[in-house]
């Protein structure tokens, strides 16, 4: 990854153009031309460093449901419990975190009366509880990474 | 905004991302029998009502460089947690900032925040000056940092769709 990648990354987390050429817009706006944005985010993409190009939806504005939960795991059953909840197409994220609620998790379904559901077949196979944190408010922040 | 079919074809197109090709929005019709002014006025509705939430690059964060992630959570009363809640998602280290509920005993925290960073070291730094710049002193707070991350797919919405939701 070289400065100019880093532009590319910096400028295009938000606001790509929606025109006929939007590569050629965005371009013209880092001083690049559209062949070569357009061959430098194909690499990026294939590199891993960006996951994709394009949109980051809104879930409860599509009419999903959405919550982030959390259990208390206990260290000689993590990797069976993690295996559980990750085989759940509607679990987003799964991360283990340092806290007695360690492992913490995205749910995101098509449906919101999904989400219950899915939680309550978590806890059902693994006999743990799982903690429901649904957010209440969100502050607006953006997310976006320096490169 | 009430989505039609022809916006969740559109969606389930573009929600593996664009074609990386000079029109997109061009190809984006040809696959769903739209032609490409329709699909840049339905794309831009989409953006206006707030349902595509960002537009442009999504970063692996980790690939970037961000190898540090944290949860800092704080157990702020609840007549003041909204004014909190606007001053730390004000914070340039703050990428994330949520409400929660609280889960008593397990959970006694109302306020989340993902903080991103290089490393542990400059994460901590940046928890401690956020503290310092916004009187936190006094409130209960903890930091998860996260030692797996075991999966980080986009949710996918029972047709062909995947997107980021935010809470890596």
Redesign the interface.
């Known amino acids: 990854m070289d400065e100019i990648d880093r532009r590319i990354i910096n400028a295009l987390q938000g606001g790509f153009p929606i025109a006929e050429r939007p590569f050629a817009l965005a371009a013209g706006r880092l001083g690049l031309d559209e062949a070569e944005l357009l061959a430098r985010i194909t690499a990026l993409k294939q590199a891993g460093v960006i996951s994709r190009f394009g949109p980051m939806w809104h879930a409860e504005k599509m009419g999903g449901g959405l919550t982030l939960s959390a259990m208390q795991v206990p260290a000689d059953r993590f990797d069976e419990v993690a295996a559980v909840v990750n085989s759940f197409p509607e679990v987003a994220h799964n991360y283990a975190r340092e806290h007695a609620l360690n492992m913490w998790f995205v749910v995101a379904t098509e449906r919101p009366e999904r989400i219950k559901q899915v939680l309550a077949e978590i806890e059902s196979r693994t006999g743990l509880p799982v903690h429901d944190m649904p957010k209440i408010e969100e502050f607006f922040v953006g997310l976006r990474f320096e490169a | ?1 009430e ?1 039609s079919d022809s916006d969740h074809a559109l ?1 389930s197109v ?5 074609p ?7 190809a984006v019709g040809e696959m769903v029998g739209m032609d ?1 002014v329709e699909v ?1 006025a339905r ?2 509705a ?2 206006d ?13 980790h ?4 190898r540090a ?1 944290a ?1 800092a959570v704080w157990d702020i009363p609840d007549t003041e947690v ?1 004014e909190v ?2 001053r ?3 914070s340039d280290q ?8 609280r ?1 008593p005993p ?2 006694p925290y ?1 306020l ?1 925040c993902m903080i ?1 960073g290089r490393d542990r070291a400059t994460v901590e730094e940046t928890i401690r000056g956020l503290i310092q710049c916004h009187g936190l002193e006094t409130y209960s707070h ?1 930091v ?16 062909p ?8």
């Open positions: 905004m989505l969606i573009i929600a593996s991302g664009l990386l090709v000079e029109r997109p929005y061009r490409e840049l794309i831009e989409l953006r009502s707030g349902v595509i939430r960002r537009f442009g690059v999504i970063v692996r964060h690939e970037l460089g961000f992630n949860m909204g809640g606007h730390l998602a004000g703050v990428t994330l900032c949520y409400r929660r509920p889960r397990v959970w109302n989340f991103h903890t998860l940092f996260s030692t797996r991350r075991f999966k980080q797919t986009g949710a996918r919405y029972g047709r769709l995947a997107a980021e939701v935010g809470h890596g």
